[in-house]
């Protein structure tokens, strides 16, 4: 059992090299720099981000069965793109901060429900996110089934695909989102020690002397931002980040030191695998959120049956 | 100075409070057994004084300290609890968890260092599990996990250990087995602490004081042959057991009788 995860970044540049040359269109140099590449850097950022979230709060809410979309935040994503997409044809530079200003507004709903006499508890902020993306999905198809758009560009919209077409401002914007959230993961990862205790109990990890509340009340914000940064830009993606940070703790043990850089060495390379799978095996393009479970799945099944 | 000093506590878990104006005074060093029935507060007395709950009115204060006036790692150097049981969803290794204690003593990205290691070593030699570290924390027994967590809280190095029941799920080998760990943590290291326990022949034989606890009031807090006393008892859990003198130790013991 390899016991280092930075070994994983080798496998990873080989997927990213393959990703790049694989496709209609053959190994161009100008296909290469402006299709794909971009396509590769959102591989990595959503299957990365997805992942490593999926990992800290299955630690923080002690549930094994948490992704990043169980905070309500990619419900409230998804209804800002169909929303967006109500009045026509809108072009494509307005939808992710669209999206983006509705998961915020999820997330204030979602903070707020969640108070309990003025604390936050991890069981109400699961119940209020529940609660909260059956709101937003409703809204969702209600602003589907107005919309001028065809359902099925909507489906492709929403059930996360990486061929987003950057221009020149929305590819800066993207960065600049990339970069905040490479920092955003670090300083989440510097908690990496209070989640391995408070992921063994809350009463275990204030009497050892960790400000649970205001660890649970900086980890859901701060997770919640990053989910909406990447639902904004590629739609939801199932499974990955649910997925994910348990093949990490079958490879690391439970060490969140490992297994959050793990799951986002692990979350890209599988979504870029996703990606190749989604775009060279059949005539259209797959719904990525259909290949990411039509992967998801058997391995679940295997975890299961060794339980 | 005490260790601990409950000024005019109010506490409840619902409108009306559990404890009113409740207030205690513990030495340091002292080994205070707490008994009562069920529903009296004894659980609540210990997360009060752990931090874990926070009183309405009144203060706790620790060596003279107002315990909410200290910062988190500060109280986690100074204070150790142990709940009655401890499930572990992810089957860290046991040496991991016991590491967990180390925690107050470290900063944002300190890695563990030596010194750490060779704390929890002696954790696990006190508490006798030092050849189960390599082994997940589920994949142990209830009394070897038990003292596994033990071994956790004693790496915080605290003054003061707070134990819930510790002993509730336990064989009576493995509650003797616990009890002379903390008779020898109280005796050598001078720690103080505070246990409640359901078997008050098991608290009689370790603890130096006794608190008999009911409705959230002190009925007794002495020395256990002026508090386990028939009619102290009958006031309290509504059964007349007969008390005469352990065989061997110089303590009261309790003999229960299903006729009266």
Sequence with gaps: MRNNPSL??????????????????????????????????LGIFAGGVLSFVGGVLQGLLENPLCDPYILGIASGATFGVSLSLLFGHVSYFFI???????????????????????????????????LISFLFSSLSILAMTFSKQPLAQIIYLIMGNLSVLFSPLTLMSFLIVFIISLI???????????????????????????????????????????????????????????????????????????????SFL???????????????????????????????????????RRL | ??????????????????????????????????????????????????????????????FGEDLFHRKPK??????????????????????????????????RFEREKREDFEIADLAMRLTNIIDLKDRGINNISTGERQRAVLARVLCQNPKILLLDEVTSHLDIGQAIEILRILRHLNTTYKITCLFSSHDINLAAMVAKRILLLAKGQVIACDRPDKVILPELL???????????THPKLNIPWVILNLRE
Aim: aromatic share 12%; proline share 5%.
């Design chain 1, 8 to 41: 994983l970044l080798f496998p990873l540049i080989a997927i990213i090299f393959l990703s790049l040359s694989l496709g209609p269109g053959g190994v161009r140099g100008e296909i290469i720099f402006k299709i794909r590449l971009p396509r590769v850097l």
């Design chain 2, 234 to 244: 009958e006031k309290v859990y509504s059964i007349r057991p007969l008390i005469t």
């Design chain 2, 1 to 62: 100075m005490d260790a601990i000093l409950l000024k005019e506590l109010s506490f409840g878990y619902t409108k009306e409070n559990l404890f009113q104006n409740f207030s205690l005074s513990i030495p340091e060093g002292d080994f205070l057994g707490i008994i009562g029935p069920n529903g009296s507060g004894k659980t609540t007395l210990l997360k009060l004084i752990a931090g874990l709950l926070k009183s309405t009115s009144g203060q706790v204060l620790v």
């Design chain 2, 74 to 107: 500060e109280r986690g150097r100074l204070i150790g609890y142990m709940p009655q049981e401890s499930h572990f969803l992810w089957n860290f290794k046991v040496k991991e968890v016991v590491l967990m204690g180390r925690y107050p003593y470290h900063r």
């Design chain 1, 96 to 130: 992710p901060p669209f999206a983006f200003a509705f998961s915020l507004l999820s997330l204030f709903f979602v903070y707020t429900l969640a108070q309990v006499s003025g604390r936050i508890q991890k069981l109400s902020l699961i119940l209020s996110g529940v």
């Design chain 1, 184 to 262: 955003l993961l670090y300083f989440l990862f510097s908690y990496a020690q209070e989640l391995n205790i408070l992921s063994t109990g809350e009463e275990a990890a204030i009497s050892v002397g960790i400000d649970t509340e205001r660890l649970v009340r900086m980890v859901f914000i701060i997770s919640s931002l990053l989910t909406g940064f990447v639902v904004s830009f590629v739609g939801s993606i199932s499974f990955v980040g649910l997925v994910v940070p348990h093949i990490a703790r079958a490879l690391y043990g439970y060490d969140h030191r490992k297994i959050l850089p793990a």
């Design chain 1, 266 to 304: 692990l979350g890209s390379s599988l979504l870029l695998i996703s990606d190749i799978f989604a775009r060279t095996t059949a005539p259209v393009e797959l719904p990525l959120s259909v290949v990411t479970a039509l992967f998801g799945v058997p391995f679940f099944f295997y975890r299961l």
